[in-house]
């Protein structure tokens, strides 16, 4: 619902009231569970009530600065950086991550993004645990003119094993499924059924039903190289289970381009 925009009005789907907001200066709008209450609301909007801030905590690992060590406020983390020698610090969603990042050391998290982690429960580190260490994983990624390339990486060390692209007028849902059947393909070569990591469902969609489903893809390239890994799927029998990678409580994936 938009009190302020383009044209003020009652949308029943985000991209319709984008459309109304994405560079209004000032504009006003919130999302509702049912059309009476937005009705409500546009009608009244004096009676909404303010919608409370949910700011998660964050933990700001410190490991060189003024005094090493985890803060939950960036003023007290930032306070041990400023005129320290070479420092290194990076933020986490999770105080758990933080904690054994912290008796880690920085050289296993450098280079990627830890913000969007949160804390796992017992029940979910039963259900998900930790990463296989004895694993690849895969990853893609598009710069910001659509060049897209893929790659696999040992999940422990993050040793590169292959590396693809960049492709023009790729997209990373193509880059994740031809990541996947690549290292797929790279096990079998060297007689491996060890897992592979990705992080992305549609990619392990594709390569289960064994097709692409892209109507954006209009790089001939990209698309000889999808035929030829459906081909491959087709001819081809595998033992390596596909996992996904859970970013919310293990970070990103070691395959990760470190461009978010």
């Known amino acids: 619902m938009v009190w302020e925009g383009h044209k003020p009005g009652i949308y029943n789907s985000w991209s319709s009231c984008q459309k109304q907001v994405r560079g209004y200066a000032g504009a ?17 909007p004096e009676k909404v009530a303010p919608k409370k801030s949910k700011k998660k905590t964050m933990y700001y ?10 803060y939950d406020r960036w003023e007290d983390a930032k306070k041990q950086i400023e005129g320290a020698h070479r420092p290194r610090y990076k933020a986490f969603g999770s ?3 933080a904690e054994k990042a912290y008796v880690d050391g ?30 690849i994983s895969v990853d893609a990624a598009c710069n910001h003119k659509g060049d897209m390339e893929y790659r696999g990486v040992i999940t422990d060390s993050g040793t590169e094993i292959f590396r693809v692209g960049p ?10 499924f031809l990541a ?18 990705s992080d992305s469902k549609i990619a392990m969609n594709w390569v289960r039903q064994r097709q692409v489903r892209s109507k954006a893809m209009t790089n001939p390239k990209l698309i000889e190289l999808c035929d030829r890994a459906i081909q491959w ?24 381009f470190g461009r978010k």
């Open 180 to 197: 996947l059947v690549h290292g797929l393909a790279y096990l079998k070569k060297n007689r491996s059924d060890i897992p592979i990591y």
């Open 28 to 44: 006003k709008f919130r999302g509702f569970v049912t059309k009476a209450e937005a009705e409500r609301a546009f009608a009244n």
């Open 167 to 176: 492709y023009k007028k790729g997209s990373n849902n193509v880059g994740e």
């Open 233 to 256: 799927l087709n001819t081809n029998t595998y033992k390596n289970p596909i996992i996904k990678w859970q970013t919310k409580f293990w970070g990103e994936i070691p395959a990760d």
């Open 106 to 135: 920085p050289e296993a998290y450098e280079g990627k993004s830890y913000k969007k982690t949160r804390d796992i429960s017992p029940e979910e580190l039963k259900k998900y645990g930790r990463p296989d260490p004895n694993t």
């Open 61 to 70: 690992v410190v490991w060189q600065g003024n005094k090493p060590g985890i």
């Open 95 to 97: 105080k758990q991550l």
